[in-house]
């Protein structure tokens, strides 16, 4: 059984950090790809960024590109996002998934394939002006 809890997230200002961490078990990275969107009230759902577990190989929103990283670390099941200067449009609820397949992963609105029982509860994510 999948099972994902995100935690990190906060109120912080323009041009602040925070890092995103996903405790991610039931399943193994390898197999999967690894996925954080995003979802803010009155917006439709949002692919933030996308990693293939087997190669490691990440893709970002154009909007986040340049500021935020994914990252994976299998000894600790956990997968991880660093948000650098943050802006007030990145105010969401962040959530972490599990996309079981089948490949390609990380293809065109990837985020959107993704079964509610392979997501965490959410973070959220304040970011002030």
């Known amino acids: 059984e999948v099972h994902i809890v995100e935690s990190g997230g906060g109120l912080v200002q323009t041009g602040g950090s925070l890092r995103l961490s996903c405790a991610a078990s039931g399943f193994a990275f390898a197999d999967y790809g690894l996925v954080w969107f995003r979802q803010a009230p009155g917006k439709e759902r949002e692919g933030v960024s996308c990693?293939?577990?087997?190669?490691?190989?990440?893709y970002y929103a154009d909007s986040v590109k340049g500021r935020f990283t994914i990252s994976a670390d299998n000894a600790k099941d956990t997968v991880y996002l660093q948000m650098n200067s943050l802006k007030p449009e990145d105010t969401a609820v962040y959530y972490c998934a599990a996309d079981p397949g089948p490949p390609p992963f990380c293809s065109d609105n990837y985020h959107l394939r993704i079964r509610s029982d392979y997501w965490g509860q959410g973070t959220q994510v304040t970011v002030s002006s």
């Open positions: 990693m293939r577990g087997r190669d490691g190989t990440a």
